[in-house]
T-cell receptor, first 115, second 109 residues
Framework: GAVVSQHPSRVICKSGTSVKIECRSL??????MFWYRQFPKQSLMLMAT?????????EQGVEKDKFLINHASLTLSTLTVTSAHPEDSSFYIC???????????FGPGTRLTVT | GQNIDQPTEMTATEGAIVQINCTYQ??????LFWYQQHAGEAPTFLSY??LDGLEEKGRFSSFLSRSKGYSYLLLKELQMKDSASYLC??????????WGAGTKLIIKP
């Protein structure tokens, strides 16, 4: 149980375009979903936390207009990287939690390369 | 401030035992998690401790001392596939996890 999927697994896009990443909880309804990014050999960096039906809470330094998060249902959250630039190239990972002690279950991640 | 410390890298031999330590200072505490992350993959949940003591799960055990702000992950009978990063994370009580930078474990034959 507690499976989270993420799509796409890899995406290459041109600078200036937008990319949407989907995160789905397949066998449970997620109370909260989280979006992280991870640069090579670095730790996870939380970007934002979202609850279904409400606005996402962004971490300091994360531009909410650049990284649009939509948490439309208890099983789906999307992250849109708008006007992507090469420095946005990273590994983006979503996670979801639904019950105490609220451990987070991670999707497989999306590797974004902006050329 | 909130801080989680764990060693950057450790090396161990196949078949041996290794202990990965984690110390934390957080404003709240609702439990401590250990995750495993293989290179290029997302983290996977290993263990959760909220009470003092040792939790054993097969070859992996996790220990917590809340008074000392200390935890360790113990891996026994090491296998090559255990080569990965091990992340310590503390729940501060608001659903969010405060993450350590991770310990890269290298297993040698």
């Amino acid at each position: 149980g507690a499976v989270v999927s993420q799509h796409p697994s890899r995406v290459i896009c041109k600078s200036g375009t937008s990319v949407k990443i989907e995160c789905r909880s397949l066998d449970f309804q997620a109370t909260t979903m989280f979006w992280y990014r991870q640069f090579p050999k670095q730790s996870l960096m939380l970007m934002a936390t979202s609850n279904e039906g409400s606005k996402a809470t962004y971490e300091q330094g994360v531009e909410k207009d650049k990284f649009l998060i939509n948490h439309a249902s208890l099983t789906l959250s999307t992250l849109t990287v708008t006007s992507a630039h090469p420095e946005d190239s990273s590994f983006y990972i979503c996670s979801a939690s639904f019950r105490e002690p609220y451990e987070q279950y991670f999707g497989p991640g999306t590797r974004l390369t902006v050329t | 401030g909130q801080n989680i410390d764990q060693p950057t890298e450790m090396t161990a031999t196949e078949g041996a035992i290794v202990q990965i330590n984690c110390t934390y200072q957080t404003s709240g505490f609702n439990g401590l998690f250990w995750y495993q992350q293989h290179a290029g993959e997302a983290p996977t949940f290993l263990s959760y401790n909220v009470l003092d003591g040792l939790e054993e799960k097969g070859r992996f055990s996790s220990f917590l001392s809340r008074s000392k702000g200390y935890s360790y992950l113990l891996l026994k009978e090491l296998q090559m596939k255990d080569s990965a990063s091990y992340l310590c994370a503390v729940s501060g009580g608001n659903y969010q996890l405060i993450w350590g930078a991770g310990t890269k474990l290298i297993i040698k034959p």
